[in-house]
């Protein structure tokens, strides 16, 4: 038990500093409140008005999340890779290229589609 005094120590300081980082925010934040920063999801722009049945999101939103979890899953790949780098030789090298080589034609294929542009 006594190897997870630490870690139990440094949950309970994250979780006492989380506790006190919320009541001091509203003992000593601002009280100015508007509609639209009561509005559920306030970004500080006004809200357009939505079609019944929610609307459609535009393609290039869930194309901007599918290469943030492409390239989360890369770094998660990578590191393993990294850290046995010694162990793994010529077959690792090899393997990791060809696994970033066709990363890269993925984000270059999407780069020239325009959905890197956030217009």
């Known amino acids: 038990m006594e190897l997870y005094t630490p870690v139990l120590a440094l949950a309970v300081l994250?979780?006492?500093?989380?506790?006190?980082s919320v009541i001091m925010s509203a003992l000593v934040g601002p009280k100015r409140?508007?509609?639209?920063?009561?509005?559920?999801?306030?970004?500080?722009?006004?809200?357009?008005?939505?079609?019944?049945?929610?609307?459609?999101?535009?393609?290039k939103y869930f194309i901007t999340a599918m290469l943030f979890i492409v390239f989360d899953i890369e770094i998660?790949?990578?590191?393993?890779?990294?850290?046995?780098?010694?162990?793994l030789l010529l077959f690792g090298l090899v393997?990791?290229?060809?696994?970033?080589?066709?990363?890269?034609?993925?984000?270059?294929?999407v780069w020239r589609?325009?959905?890197?542009?956030?217009?």
Do not use: K
């Not at 589609?113 to 217009?119: F, H, P, Q």
């Open 95 to 109: 393997e990791m290229v060809i696994f970033i080589a066709t990363v890269f034609v993925a984000y270059a294929y």
């Open 33 to 59: 409140y508007n509609r639209a920063r009561l509005d559920s999801y306030e970004c500080g722009i006004e809200p357009t008005p939505q079609p019944l049945g929610g609307g459609r999101f535009p393609v």
């Open 14 to 20: 994250a979780a006492a500093f989380a506790v006190f």
């Open 113 to 119: 589609r325009g959905g890197l542009d956030w217009n």
């Open 76 to 87: 998660i790949f990578l590191y393993p890779w990294a850290v046995h780098f010694d162990e």
